[in-house]
């Protein structure tokens, strides 16, 4: 069997449905092979939007993201999304390979295992064609283990016609993870501590939504009588429970700071406790704190804890669980507090804020944005890129469970949202994917790629939050009373070039607009992609944080 021939047979086995990419010497053959096994292959307009996809996709389904890019500028385009998704611990492989062996200064060669490894993710290289099975096949054994991409590199593309042999199909396994035995010791101190807490709060982040876990940690926060909250890649998790305040952070609502200033103690199950999650440590002030992890490795990696259990998040909540019945420890009563009970009703009610005069007003980003979360159908997916603006749709957009978000701003970069909403668009193409998104990093990242959803035929809506510049740098102007023109842009009319690529488009300007706008989401057409151009002041957007 040709070795082209070997790879896309081995990705059907392996089970892969779906592959993301750009197509070059080295993967050309691969990919005309991996469709005609039945395989489907959407079709970037750049490298960094094709990975973009794979790891979007794979946030969703919780499976392993598949992208494919040629040799050398290929692989170097991609570096950015491998580094975003690398610190969000996202599985996913990507097959590349080296330009031809026999040119010694061919262009497009490049040190591909130093690029690789610069970001954090892994790196296998076949050195003979008849190794490309089993090194494909533990690379995705590699990358499910260990939660991060693992980039193939196969040999000079010249030699995807070489006969590699028999072909036989992979032994790959993919064991659940799980911990060692609980320390008891940390899980006795843990729980006193707990014992103890007047105000305690419940805080999840996205182990535990990897893991499944979520309704044993809301089952100890019940007996606890305890608010929840949850990191933002968690946003959304405990949707429904009466005691949810929502995202912790400088991410979360003002309604909340209150309840959080009052409790003294955090509990935390699978989350990093990053700068963004505690307010670069001020948010634990006077407060114990527990930490739940499930790697070694993330312990006392950000912060040290008063007690640090180490366990998957669902083991840990029901042990501690099963001690604080044992132990016949009263509930704190902090989740019926008034501090807690008003923070829960007045953010219930920030959805429901009648539309203010007058109608000829410019929009704000706040209005928009609630108007779009009451037009788009409940089952969505939420999709948004980095940017000025992405605290809004963080607090105003609602989803029904955690996997259907994705917050593109793990590397702190503009321009990754339309990749990221296309791969979660394919993955989940019987619901809308609402793309919230600033004009700079559209025009960054997205503009080409709205052409992808438009020959994709996705249900794909775009909120455009069109300020005219770059946001954070306008900020850093104004704050020193200085010239910001050069952060602003004479942008075209977005509106037009969505219509011309065969999409549809709608501008809104005014509170006028906001009801026609809904009515425009409500009879979409679900075969084209929908971008709302919205036109928002730089003086008066709000700040991100």
């Not at 490795?297 to 912060?303: D, L």
């Amino acid at each position: 069997m040709k070795m082209n021939d070997t790879i896309a047979r081995l990705l059907k086995d392996l089970g892969v449905e779906q592959m993301f990419g750009v197509i070059g010497d080295v993967n050309l053959f691969v990919v005309d092979r991996f469709m005609k096994e039945g395989g489907r292959y959407t079709s970037a307009t750049t490298e960094s939007a094709a990975v973009l996809m794979a790891s979007g996709y794979a946030q969703v389904t919780g499976r392993t993201g598949v992208a494919t890019v040629t040799c050398g500028p290929g692989l170097v385009n991609s570096l950015t999304p491998i580094v975003e998704a690398v610190k969000g611990h996202v599985p996913m492989v990507i097959i590349t390979g080296d330009s031809l062996a026999r040119f010694k200064y061919h262009p497009q060669s490049a040190s591909h295992r130093e690029f690789v490894l610069a970001t954090g993710a892994a790196y296998e290289a076949p050195a003979r064609v008849e190794d490309v099975a089993r090194d494909l096949a533990y690379a995705f054994q590699r990358a499910w283990a260990e939660r991060r991409p693992v980039v193939v590199n196969f040999p000079s593309y010249d030699l995807q016609w070489e006969d590699v042999g028999e072909y036989q199909a992979p032994r790959v396994s993919y064991p659940e993870r799980h911990c060692a035995e609980l320390d008891s010791e940390a899980l006795e101190l843990a729980v006193g501590i707990l014992a103890t807490a007047r105000r305690p709060i419940v805080l999840a982040g996205y182990g535990v939504v990897t893991s499944g876990q979520a309704e044993a940690v809301a089952r100890l926060a019940r007996r606890l009588d305890a608010p929840l909250m949850t990191t933002l890649r968690a946003k959304d998790l405990f949707r429904g429970e009466p005691a949810n305040l929502g995202v912790l952070g400088i991410s979360g609502r003002e309604e909340v700071t209150e309840a959080v200033a009052l409790s003294d103690c955090i509990v935390s199950f699978g989350a990093s406790l990053h700068m963004f999650t505690t307010a670069n440590g001020t948010l634990l002030n006077k407060k114990r704190l527990v930490m739940v992890v499930s790697e070694r490795g993330e312990v006392g990696r950000t912060m040290a804890a008063d007690a640090t259990v180490l366990g998957e998040p669902g083991a840990v909540a029901e042990r501690m669980l099963y001690w604080i019945e044992e132990a016949e420890i009263a509930p704190s009563q902090f989740a019926s507090e008034e501090v807690v009970t008003g923070a829960v009703a007045a953010i219930a009610q920030a959805y429901e804020a009648p539309l203010a005069e007058p109608l000829d007003a410019p929009v704000t980003i706040q209005e928009a944005l609630i108007a779009i979360e009451h037009a788009v159908e409940p089952e969505r997916l939420l999709v948004t890129d980095g940017g000025r603006f992405m605290r809004q749709p963080w607090q105003l957009m609602r989803v029904r469970q955690p996997r259907h978000f994705i917050a593109g701003n793990l590397f702190g970069a503009i321009g990754t949202g339309i990749g990221y909403a296309i791969g979660a668009a394919v993955a989940e193409r019987g619901m809308p994917t609402v793309a919230v998104v600033g004009d700079g990093g559209f025009m960054l990242g997205g503009l080409t790629e709205f052409h992808t959803a438009v020959r994709e035929k996705l249900d794909f809506i775009v909120v455009l939050c069109n300020d005219g510049g770059y946001g954070a740098e306008y900020l850093h102007f104004t704050d020193r009373d200085m010239d910001p023109s050069l952060a602003l842009f004479d942008w075209p009319e977005f509106s037009e070039i969505a219509q011309t690529m065969g999409g549809q488009s709608l501008v809104l300007r005014t509170r006028a607009d906001l009801p026609a706008a809904q009515q425009a989401i409500r009879e979409r057409r679900r075969d084209r992609p929908l971008l709302i151009d919205l036109k928002l002041d730089p003086r008066t957007m709000p700040r991100t944080f």
